[in-house]
């Protein structure tokens, strides 16, 4: 049994979103929780069995999984028919997951950072900026139109999802930007949006 723990407009909605990609929405039982939001509202629920009250979280029979990078690797790997992921011993497998581990590693905490308008020397020494992140997105960009190869994955989802709630963070760059508006432009964004909408009432 596969269940994901989920509060609506929040990290967890980019895992809504795979899942519609993936086909496996029927697979998947979605349990709604709340959580403490950035403005105060919300709190810790009691049915969430997140260590840190957080989102997103799944569960596979009994087994629990979290971070968004890792629910995803995982869900790819579960539900590959759908193409999204890169399996063990193909050409991209370390590209796709460098992809994946470089958004926790370095794009949160830059995002964040800068959102919070956070500075300091031992920051910028251990991730960089924003410009420094724009420039290895574009980068990536030059050659295709996807972040692993010649289609979408879920690497671009991940990458692209924080830039749906920052929009002013977007690097400036032509080639960023278009990216960010096909990942935005796919059904299953729409789908998102809309179930999360649902979910508040």
């Known amino acids: 049994m596969l269940t994901l723990y989920h509060a609506p407009m929040s990290r967890s909605s980019r895992i809504v979103q795979l899942l519609h990609e993936l086909s496996a929405l029927d697979a998947v039982e979605v349990k709604p929780v709340s959580v403490l939001r950035n403005d105060g509202s919300g709190g810790r ?3 969430n069995p997140h260590p840190e009250g957080k989102v997103p979280l799944l569960v596979h029979d009994g087994v629990e999984i979290w971070e968004s990078n890792a629910i995803m690797l995982y869900l790819t790997e579960l539900f590959p028919e759908a193409g999204l992921g890169v399996a063990p011993g193909e050409a991209l497998r370390g590209r796709f997951l460098s992809w994946l581990a470089w958004y926790g590693n370095i794009v949160e905490p830059v995002l964040v950072h800068s959102f919070a308008e956070i500075s300091h020397p031992a920051i910028t020494t251990a991730f960089r900026g ?3 992140m724009g420039a290895r997105l574009a980068g990536a960009l030059e050659a295709d139109d996807w972040l692993v190869g010649e289609t979408f994955s879920a690497a671009d989802l991940l990458m692209a999802s924080p830039f749906v709630w920052m929009p002013s963070l977007l690097p400036d ?10 990942c935005q432009a796919r059904p299953s964004a729409q789908f998102a949006a809309e179930f999360d909408a649902k979910l508040l009432g």
């Open 45 to 47: 629920d009691a049915d």
């Open 130 to 132: 924003l410009e420094e």
């Open 173 to 182: 760059h032509p080639g960023v930007k278009a990216w960010a508006e096909r």
